[in-house]
């Protein structure tokens, strides 16, 4: 989306994209990158 780096979020099981404004969920320790699955900041 925005090819920006995206920061782990350890607790939350997140990686964050503050370009996007977006967090996308880390489940079953696989990133799932889908914009509709992402968590708005």
């Known amino acids: ?6 920061v782990y979020d ?4 997140e990686l964050i994209s503050e370009e996007a ?6 489940k079953n320790g696989i990133p ?3 914009i509709e ?3 708005k900041l």
Do not use: H, K, S, W
């Not at 989306?1 to 995206?6: E, I, Q, S």
């Open 1 to 6: 989306m925005t090819r920006t780096r995206l």
């Open 10 to 13: 350890e607790d939350a099981q």
């Open 21 to 26: 404004g977006v967090a996308y969920p880390i």
């Open 32 to 34: 799932v990158m889908l």
């Open 37 to 39: 699955e992402a968590r």
